[in-house]
């Protein structure tokens, strides 16, 4: 199968697909993964409350594990749930298709517009962005770079930070 084929076969809203982002959205799967794979996040309490194909929503908390000394959520804190609301998006796609696909950050800019001092929901509605990256790596097997953003707001709904992270989709050799 060529890799044009391989582009025009993949379904990014097949039932493969949609499983994997099931288990990203189901607490316990999710808690389960952290633990193995990203212990810190699990410790900073990051949680995914939505996730589909062209949105992702992650929350984390504000409490005694995330905050420093000036009574706001570490930016650090708030950098790992800004990538958990991009990269949630592409990983479903790299788990599920039909090659090998590596998956990376390449780039990172953020801006803090207010002190985050409650729960912070970052949304990323790029989903899109991310399934046209994935399918062109998949077709032209060559480097794709996606560059998603995503908003964090308090309880209140102000804008507290935004962050945009770009991602590349690369082909692994064999």
């Known amino acids: 199968m060529n890799q044009r084929d391989l582009s025009s076969t993949f379904d990014p809203d097949g039932p493969e697909t949609q499983k994997a982002r099931r288990r990203v959205a189901n607490p316990w799967l999710l808690r389960a993964f952290m633990f193995t794979k990203l ?3 699990l410790f900073a309490g990051l949680r995914v409350r939505s996730l589909d194909r062209r949105v992702c929503e992650v929350t984390v908390p504000y409490g005694w594990m995330t905050t420093n000394p000036f009574k706001s959520t570490y930016f650090a804190v708030l ?11 592409g990983l479903a796609l790299v788990e599920t298709g039909p090659e090998p696909v590596s998956f990376l950050i390449v ?3 953020a801006k803090f517009t207010k002190k ?8 990323c ?3 899109e962005k991310f399934v046209e990256a994935y399918l062109k790596t998949l077709a032209t097997g060559e480097s794709t770079k996606v560059t998603a953003e995503t908003i964090g707001v308090n309880k209140a709904g102000d804008e507290v930070a935004r962050f945009n992270f770009t991602w590349s989709f690369k082909r692994k050799r064999a």
């Open 39 to 41: 212990p810190l996040a």
């Open 107 to 109: 780039g990172m800019d």
């Open 116 to 123: 985050a001092a409650d729960l912070t929901t970052f949304r």
């Open 79 to 89: 950098a790992m749930a800004a990538e958990m609301s991009t990269g949630a998006l």
């Open 125 to 127: 509605e790029d989903g």
